[in-house]
């Protein structure tokens, strides 16, 4: 057959289409069919023999597939990193859902007044939570730290010299690089110091006229150990305050108060101690260690959260309503003195008898179904920028057969109904069931099992 033969011998993609018989929308399973159909042809192009029906067929099936993963979906994270910022950071809970579900299913007063009828500020109801819990004079709240950062920076230091140890410029997960942040925002970065040591000279000396803040970074997702010097909070605040000028903390990681948050949470900055240690303004994520939805708070002395707040770029990067009624929720549990009851929290501080015991009943019944499987002490991280020498002590089902290999076996697992996302340690799928919540359990099971016992 000529390759013009060949060619016209390929089946059109409505054919393709009807094969498939899939409950997707139409457009998807078009272009699924299309691509399938193309990329035959592109074979038949390059000399290779004309795929049969059925094998296009599949290949438009495998595409479908790939759509259908590509989509925004529960997964289940068996990985062990608490504050997953692929798998979306922290989890909400049953309050803070209601609440998103109540505000968003209908009006609400997010810019209303209710006592005057007039025009009101969207930030304000959470501003008064966070103002009780850290002893804020103002707040607000952007979309994500990073933002809060951008338009803390371009309201205060736009056009003028901010000052910051060589030390703390840093790189979060997914490009976030503190100088590239500060030069978007207008401000001038001045370094001081070293990589491992900056002195409260070093910074003296870098204060001038055009000086506009002192700005500190807490690290976040590294650790600088051996022959090193920072200078603490407070004897920043006295300098900065001695020229007039105010002390920027970019905490990052949402700690409030500690006298609030769960032990797990100590070696962190809190906002309530850099606020009463002297710091003007401080910065943090609410979807980390906070335990809420994504969020950047910005709080501090009342003038410069004003400043900030009518910066042009805060309505970019202001919040919509169902952040803050997530948000509002999640600050009322820390005020009731519950924010164990905020998922993150119940994952952390689950006793690691409770995990043991899970896993040993997961593997048993992993056992019964003919798979090789075992409980294996593991350790837990927080991730998510936060606590990065700190681990805790988990449970997990390790996976024993020899086949598949670790990484097609994770490989299915992220590839199933719903998806499960676990680690390999040592060469070994490993579960790690303090990131899972307890209704999962059989879930997981099930999951592992069909992975394990899938055609090659």
């Known amino acids: 057959m000529s390759a013009a033969g060949e060619l016209r011998a390929l089946p059109g993609v409505d054919r393709v289409m009807a094969a498939l018989d899939s409950d997707m929308p139409h457009a998807l399973v078009a272009e699924a069919a299309r691509a399938a159909v193309a990329e035959a042809r592109a074979a038949v192009q390059r000399g290779r023999p004309v795929p049969s029906f059925g094998d296009i067929v599949e290949a438009a099936r495998r595409n479908l597939g790939a759509?259908?993963?590509?989509?925004?979906?529960?997964?289940?994270?068996?990985?062990?990193?608490?504050?997953?910022?692929?798998?979306?950071?922290?989890?909400?809970?049953?309050?803070?859902?209601?609440?998103?579900?109540?505000?968003?299913?209908g009006y609400s007063n997010l810019e209303l007044d209710l006592s005057s009828g007039a025009r009101g500020d969207r930030h304000a109801p959470v501003a008064v939570l966070l103002s009780a819990l850290t002893g804020a004079e103002a707040a607000l709240v952007a979309n994500n730290n990073a933002a809060a950062v951008l338009v803390t920076l371009a309201a205060i230091c736009a056009g003028r010299d901010v000052v910051i140890s060589r030390g703390e410029l840093i790189e979060i997960g997914g490009g976030f690089r503190i100088p590239e942040v500060m030069a978007a925002s207008g401000a001038r970065l001045v370094e001081v110091g070293t990589t491992n040591r900056t002195s409260i000279r070093d910074y003296a000396a870098a204060l001038g006229p055009d000086t506009a803040a002192i700005l500190k970074v807490h690290p976040s997702n590294y650790r600088i150990s051996g022959f090193t010097a920072e200078v603490p909070a407070p004897e920043l605040a006295r300098l900065a305050h001695e020229h007039g000028l105010p002390l920027l903390y970019d905490l990052g990681s949402g700690v409030l108060d500690h006298d609030r948050a769960p032990a797990f949470a100590a070696p962190e900055p809190a906002a309530a101690q850099a606020l009463a240690a002297g710091c003007d303004v401080v910065l943090f994520s609410g979807d980390k260690l906070l335990g809420g939805p994504q969020a950047g708070v910005v709080a501090g002395r009342a003038d410069l959260v004003r400043a900030v707040g009518r910066h042009p770029l805060m309505r970019a990067v202001r919040p919509d309503k169902m952040t803050l009624a997530a948000l509002q929720e999640t600050l009322l549990a820390y005020l009731e003195g519950d924010p164990g009851s905020l998922p993150l929290w119940k994952l952390a501080q689950t006793?690691?008898?409770?995990?043991?015991?899970?896993?040993?009943?997961?593997?048993?019944?992993?056992?019964?179904?003919?798979?090789?499987?075992?409980?294996?002490?593991?350790?837990?991280?927080?991730?998510?920028?936060?606590?990065?020498?700190?681990?805790?002590?988990?449970?997990?089902?390790?996976?024993?057969?020899?086949?598949?290999?670790?990484m097609v076996l994770q490989q299915r697992l992220r590839q199933g109904d719903p998806p499960v996302i676990a680690r390999i340690v040592d060469d070994r799928v490993v579960i790690d069931l303090r990131t899972v919540d307890p209704e999962d359990d059989p879930t997981v099971a099930a999951a592992l099992a069909s992975a394990l016992s899938a055609a090659p």
């Open 67 to 105: 759509t259908r993963r590509s989509r925004l979906q529960r997964v289940i994270n068996a990985t062990g990193v608490l504050v997953h910022t692929n798998l979306g950071r922290s989890p909400l809970g049953p309050r803070q859902l209601q609440a998103v579900v109540d505000i968003a299913s």
């Open 351 to 406: 006793p690691e008898d409770a995990l043991r015991k899970r896993a040993e009943r997961l593997a048993a019944q992993l056992k019964d179904r003919g798979r090789g499987a075992q409980a294996v002490p593991c350790r837990a991280v927080a991730g998510g920028g936060s606590l990065p020498e700190r681990t805790l002590p988990s449970w997990g089902v390790a996976a024993t057969e020899p086949e598949p290999d670790a």
